[in-house]
């Protein structure tokens, strides 16, 4: 049977399961075929924190969503055009979120009485008129994978555990999408099993067939490649391109990295990746808590390596003495806070902006630090390039906010030229800078950066004592003098202040917005994809979004007073609102929400279109 | 890790300078004075040697050593001394603290450095007060001490500094007093030339805030009688006549002190540092009473364990050992790995 075959320009899918139904690596697997195509794309896992909840429960649901197109796109998607449900679960807890018309795809095997009272279904959705809206395409997953594998030698479970594999082959052949790279992939993952690797791809490919002949699918889609930049892409998570973007810091900067982690949600998968890269003097360390985590990268950059420690708001409070300490030590350091739904455990694989207040302010005394946030997954690899850049030059620490959501999402990401990174190399302190050439000063500033020397030890000659204690200015001895505090506490504002950061850029296509949206990380996306849809609408509007919090853009007081009105929409009460109005009095408008989830591009627009109403 | 130095120190070499600002007769000038004498005969060039400390009388000491020094938080000192010692293996790294940094505030850090085996030197100064917070009590001070804190007496049960590294894992642990210079140098000469975390208790008197503390074992009229030093390899007897000694009772499972003409000369325990078995070490750690007798000083445990700062250099070489390509080159493989595809 010739099946139809119909264009379109974007889709949305989210496979939705059981916390062990493997529905992360489905939508990874999808993902990457989906980039080998040419597509762009963003994706957004959603998983509970515990690692099985009880089978068949909606707290136990695990999603992925993949958006792709034939043009560049900035989210997740909003709503799935495509659900793929692996038990009544994943049935209950996704359907708000599809729009009426959407595709469901159930495995009906486990659409059971029992499976159905677990989530509180009187009567199997599937069997009344609930799903009326949809277009539903009951499949018997379990039981055609099993019979596909009856052949093969693995047992029951197994089999069943293949189940994913059949929904992925099944996508695959909707979508047109090419598969060697899952074939591939099977082959690296089960090496040590090659029965599993046979079953495996025996479901996938049962999959693909039961698309291929089953009348329940009479039309098969594709979505042509996205323009992109020419060159060589790979989809990347924002953790591991953090990850790598601190091994290219070590790279261009000639230092070795040292990492001081503890593990902590959503942040130890840095510390996984940097793990494994030793052959590039990536040095690790699982510290006994946060507070040695920070204190280890502190004495690790005290000997000359660069010092990082990686994760969340709860280590963030942890780590604060330590971050006063380097502040007062003067020493590079980078801490990356992967934000997560707080306070306290709060919701630990959830994203939020809220830590953006402790990390402006979070310490005792003056203890100014700069700040910076990625604004996208691939992104993530250049802030911390950035970070890096900051701490080594101005020998500060530097804290670098990602979030769940930039964390956990991918997009492609096209790779950079080596040599394009910046050069981060650093110059070790070698000899004394007194002025009779004998004395070595360890707090004489350089004039332009105010960054002190950095004299590690093993240098001879250059023996000295730093501390907690106020430093006289220049010879860094012991002081209480009352006015050399006063000056050492504005020296090390200023020295944050007036750090080089590049001009918040406007994008206002348009050039008469009246009204600008401002915004800071991984709002990027949806803010950009409302801003998109209102100008689609012929009204004009501008956006700019903040990559350095602190310090801020010099031009940004100017850029903020030539618009009428400023929108700031952001994932928490509106803490960089409180900033923009205390710092340029500037009466802004704040937008926010603390779901736990990313804003959705249609929410941001209506807001967005509320405000252009009243201009 | 010792390199011969050219010209050779002395302690002047070592004295910073910094006003030494603890209080006229404290202990701790003893310990400066000790140690600044002893380090020239390490023969580790002074730019090749840190002092970390976090904070309390005992965390100003390395303001007064002219090597390198970090004075830094309450209990941290054993974690920023971590990664200073296993990120630069070529330096010789000294952590000093107190009774209260090292097992009140900072005391997960301790243990974790101890089970680790940092290549670190921990000389915990003990005086069993907080001095620098002038006088509440710490967690060595007497159960029932009268204290600014504990002005009806201290409800706590103390730690036994030398137990706790010991059920850590510690692979050296000594103790010795502030007064007698020549064995507190001769326990920090066989704490340097360990490979991994050498433990050192160092009893320091606190003569504005819990003077005397420590009286019985320095008073000559008392000391030897309350004193076991310990020889590796020497019969453990003490008493101005070795009238004391040290046996295995039987059945039990410690050591008891008995009279040394009550028992046979093979009943008594030769000391043996290098005992796998933390439970001797142990054992010895627990024969002193609250009223500090029978104390023993010097080297309880000694044993070779590889230090976490030579396994995870070793890890890093072995990685390293397999590249031959720039690290630029190393860095284009690794963004291009994985799944990639290009776009013309």
């Known amino acids: ?615 | 890790m010792s390199e011969p130095v050219a010209v050779k120190l002395t302690a002047k070499d070592f004295k910073s300078d910094q006003e030494v600002r603890w209080c006229p007769g404290c202990g701790d000038y003893a310990i400066l004075a000790a140690i600044q004498q002893f380090m020239p005969e390490l023969n580790i060039p002074r730019e090749r040697t840190v002092f970390v400390s976090g904070i309390g009388c005992s965390s100003r000491f390395p303001y007064y050593m002219n090597t390198y020094g970090m004075h830094s938080i309450h209990g941290r000192a054993p974690a920023i001394a971590t990664g200073l010692s296993v990120s630069r293996p070529d330096l010789s790294v000294w952590v000093v603290t107190g009774d209260g940094d090292a097992l009140s505030i900072g005391g997960n850090h301790l243990i974790h450095a101890l089970r680790r085996n940092v290549n670190l030197k921990i000389l915990l100064f003990n005086n069993r007060i907080y001095g620098l917070t002038k006088g509440q009590y710490s967690p060595t001070s007497e159960v029932g001490k009268i204290t600014k804190s504990t002005p009806a007496g201290s409800a706590d049960a103390p730690f036994n500094p030398l137990s706790l590294a010991l059920g850590a894992e510690a692979s050296f642990v000594g103790r010795t007093i502030d007064s007698d210079r020549k064995h507190l140098q001769s326990v920090l000469r066989a704490a340097a030339e360990h490979e991994g975390s050498a433990f050192v208790e160092i009893y320091q008197n606190c003569n504005i805030f819990n003077d005397g503390a420590f009286d019985q074992l320095k008073d000559p009229s008392t000391r030897d009688d309350y004193l076991i030093r310990l020889e590796h390899g020497q019969p453990i007897t003490f008493g101005a006549d070795g009238q004391f000694c040290v046996v295995h009772p039987p059945g039990g499972f410690g050591l008891e002190v008995r009279d040394t003409n009550s028992v046979r000369p093979e009943e008594i325990v030769v000391h043996d540092a290098t005992v796998t078995d933390p439970a001797y070490a142990f054992a010895l750690s627990r024969l002193p009473g609250l009223d500090l007798r029978n104390t023993p000083i010097g080297v309880f445990r000694s044993v070779d364990r590889p230090s976490y700062d030579s396994v995870v250099q070793a890890q890093l070489a072995a990685a390293k050992a397999k590249v031959t390509e720039t690290p630029e080159q190393q860095l284009a493989g690794l963004l291009g790995s994985g799944d990639t595809w290009t776009i013309i």
């Open chain 1, 1 to 615: 049977m010739t099946k139809q075959i119909r264009q379109l320009d974007r889709v949305v899918i989210r496979f939705a399961g059981d916390s062990g139904d493997g529905m992360q690596l489905t939508g990874d697997r999808f993902t990457s075929e989906t980039a080998q195509l040419g597509n762009d794309i963003s994706t957004l896992p959603n998983f509970p924190a515990e690692i099985r909840a009880p089978a068949g429960t909606l707290p136990g649901v695990s999603s992925f969503q993949v958006h792709f197109a034939d043009y560049d796109i900035l989210t997740p998607g909003d709503a799935p055009n495509v659900l793929v449900a692996m038990n009544p679960a994943a049935l209950k807890a996704n359907l708000a979120d599809l729009p009426r018309g959407a595709d469901i795809i159930v495995n009906t095997d486990e659409f059971t009485k029992r499976n159905l009272a677990k989530v509180g279904y009187q009567t199997s959705p599937l069997d009344d008129d609930s799903l009326a809206g949809y277009v539903v395409h009951p499949v018997a997953l379990t039981s055609m994978t099993v019979g596909a594998l009856a052949a093969h030698q693995v047992s029951k479970k197994d089999a069943e555990r293949s189940k994913n594999m059949f929904a992925l082959g099944l996508l695959s052949w909707m979508y047109s999408r090419p598969y060697e790279s899952t074939l591939r992939f099977l082959e690296r993952k089960f090496a040590a099993r090659p029965e599993l690797v046979a079953a495996n791809v025996a479901a996938f490919k049962a999959g693909w067939n039961f698309g291929e002949t089953t009348e329940d699918f009479a039309v098969r889609y594709e979505v042509k490649p996205a323009k992109m930049k020419p060159g060589t892409y790979r989809n990347i998570t924002g953790n591991a391109a953090l990850s790598l973007g601190l091994v290219a810091a070590g790279v261009r900067s000639g230092l070795p990295v040292f990492l001081g982690a503890y593990p902590i949600t959503p942040a130890s998968d840095i510390l996984h990746e940097l793990s494994k890269h030793k052959r590039f003097g990536v040095l690790t360390v699982q510290a006994e808590d946060e507070i040695a985590a920070v204190g280890a990268a502190l004495g690790a950059s005290y000997g000359g390596s660069l010092g990082v420690t990686t994760t969340s708001g709860p280590g963030v409070a942890l780590k604060s003495e330590t971050i006063s300490l380097a502040v007062a030590l003067e020493l590079p350091l980078v801490i990356v806070d992967v934000q997560r739904a707080g306070p306290s455990t709060g919701m630990p694989t959830k994203t939020e902006q809220a830590d953006l207040n402790m990390a402006l302010y979070g310490r005792h005394g003056e203890a100014p630090v700069a700040v910076i946030a990625p604004r996208s997954p691939s992104d993530c690899f250049f802030a911390a390039l950035e970070a890096a850049r900051i701490a080594l030059t101005y020998r500060t620490p530097v804290i670098l906010l990602s979030d769940n959501y930039v964390a956990n999402g991918s997009e492609p990401w096209l790779l950079p030229d080596v040599e394009s990174l910046p050069d981060l190399r650093v110059e070790f302190a070698t000899k004394p800078n007194g002025e009779d050439g004998t004395t070595f000063l360890p707090y004489l500033r350089d004039p332009e950066t105010l960054a002190r020397p950095w004299a590690i030890p093993g240098t001879a000659g250059l023996e000295h004592r730093i501390g907690g204690l106020e430093k006289a200015d220049k010879t860094g001895d012991i002081s209480y003098d009352p006015a050399n505090h006063d000056f050492m506490v504005r020296t090390r504002a200023a020295r944050i202040e007036t750090i080089p950061v590049p001009d918040i850029e406007v994008e206002d296509p348009d050039g008469d917005a009246r009204v600008l949206v401002l915004g800071w990380g991984s709002t990027y996306g949806p803010i950009g994809a409302a801003c998109r849809g209102v100008r689609q609408r012929g009204l004009s509007i501008a956006q700019a979004h903040l990559r350095h919090l602190a310090p801020m853009p010099a031009n940004l007081g100017e850029v903020l007073r030539s618009y009428d009105k400023v929108v700031i929409p952001e994932m928490n009460l509106g803490q960089l609102a409180h900033v923009i109005r205390a710092r340029y009095l500037v009466d802004a408008i704040s937008y926010n929400q603390v779901r736990g989830l990313p804003f959705t591009a249609a929410e941001l627009e209506t807001t967005l279109e509320e405000v252009l109403k009243n201009v």
